[in-house]
């Protein structure tokens, strides 16, 4: 009797979990992680031979990456390989041009404490090379897959805009916009004013504009937002990273100041 074809998670972690949660709701899938205490091994177990639909990879990104994801996709031959971590320029396109299999890359947006109600608010963006074999079919297939787990899609010309999309228009943009906010705070600080009151010279500009959106001023902390730096190697985005660095040591607290505005209900969420 022929088995089920199911869609495979690899990576349960802080993206693959949520992935995992809204495929299940679409069709059979499984999710594997070499921490077995972040899967279900019992339905795992009962799964693991069935042939892979769609491989969808969530797994964080090394210099090992590619290598990694072309074992996975040896040793599960999937009809498909959506790629959903965050991953540096040209990633998707290496892997392409050493498999025979189409493969999608999917950026994730969203706030990791939340990942899941806002998978489901954003357009789930993707992309893959009209030179990849079966390309139009492996663009269909993601986005029925994506509409029966109830995700909007959106797709993009290629992959590389879209992995230069999740790191500078996401990531590291919101990283400039809090070193702005740093370097003002430090300003303030030298000059014996207040912050807040300092910035609301913007508040009716802001709401009229849409351009001076007022961030609060405390350290970059979490695993997105300068992690994600060294995917670019710039060397002017990498002042988000120094600059961050030169603030723990001018500001008093500068790690506690994310609690602060939390409390006030001031605070815009971090990555």
């Given at each position: ?20 949660r809204l495929l299940s709701k679409g069709g059979i899938t499984g999710g594997y992680d070499l921490d077995h ?235």
């Amino acid at each position: 009797m022929t088995k089920q074809a199911i869609d495979l998670v690899v990576g349960m972690g802080e993206i693959g979990y949520p992935i995992y949660r809204l495929l299940s709701k679409g069709g059979i899938t499984g999710g594997y992680d070499l921490d077995h205490t972040r899967m279900d091994v019992k339905k795992f177990d009962k799964i693991k031979n069935n042939p892979i639909s769609m491989l969808h990879v969530c797994i964080p990104f090394t210099n090992k990456f590619v290598e990694n994801v072309l074992n996975i996709i040896d040793e599960r031959n999937p009809e498909l390989v959506v790629i959903h971590s965050t991953i540096s320029p040209h990633t998707t396109e290496s892997i392409q041009k050493k498999t025979n299999i189409p493969v999608i890359y999917s950026a994730t947006r969203g706030i990791h404490k939340r990942m899941l109600k806002d998978m489901l608010r954003y357009s789930k963006f993707y992309a893959v090379y009209d030179w990849a074999p079966k390309s139009t079919w492996a663009s269909k297939k993601f986005a029925n897959r994506m509409k029966k787990s109830g995700l909007k899609t959106k797709r993009m010309s290629n992959p590389l805009t879209l992995e230069l999309a999740k790191i500078i228009v996401d990531t590291s943009y919101y990283g400039w916009l809090i070193t702005y906010a740093q370097l003002s705070n430090m300003v303030a600080i030298q000059n014996g004013v207040n912050y807040d009151e300092m910035w609301s010279f913007a508040d009716e500009i802001h709401k009229f504009l849409g351009n001076r959106p007022k961030m609060y001023p405390g350290f970059i902390g979490g695993h997105c937002v300068i992690p994600n730096l060294s995917l670019v190697q710039n060397e002017t985005l990498n002042l988000i990273d120094k600059i961050n660095i030169l603030y723990v040591k001018k500001v008093k607290d500068a790690k506690l100041i994310n609690k602060k505005y939390v409390k006030g209900k001031q605070s815009y969420d971090k990555k």
